[in-house]
């Protein structure tokens, strides 16, 4: 069984940045890719990032390309989205979700209960 659990979400002033982390339990971290979603009042959830298990391979949507950066620390079972240059669409409930498999893929079994990063104009 895998249990994540985000932090890092806040206000953040449209400009600024904010580095949002995941803690894993779980034995096999190291053997799962990862991902970032997030979900804007109203809106479907969304992908922003994704990382192998072995952080050889990284993905982004193409809002967050260039400002954010997803990372990942497999001896602290820990994953990290960096987020610079952040902007008010980037206000969202941001969840952090794990892979049934080591390389990046659309399934993810399983989810956090998310942080809320809101951004101020």
């Known amino acids: 069984q895998v249990q994540l659990v985000e932090s890092g979400g806040g206000l953040v002033q449209a400009g600024g940045s904010l580095r949002l982390s995941c803690a894993v339990s779980?034995?096999?971290?190291?053997?799962?890719?990862m991902g970032w979603f997030r979900q804007a009042p109203g809106k479907e959830r969304e992908f922003v990032a994704a990382?192998?298990?072995?952080?050889?391979?990284?993905n982004y949507a193409d809002s967050v390309k260039g400002r954010f950066t997803i990372s990942r620390d497999n001896t602290k079972k820990t994953m990290y989205l960096q987020m610079n240059s952040v902007k008010p669409e980037d206000t969202a409930v941001y969840y952090c979700?794990?892979?049934?498999?080591?390389?990046?893929?659309?399934?993810?079994?399983?989810w956090g209960q998310g942080t809320q990063v809101t951004v101020s104009s």
């Open positions: 779980g034995r096999t971290f190291s053997t799962h890719a």
């Open positions: 979700a794990a892979s049934a498999t080591a390389t990046i893929s659309d399934i993810y079994p399983y």
């Open positions: 990382i192998s298990a072995s952080s050889s391979s990284t």
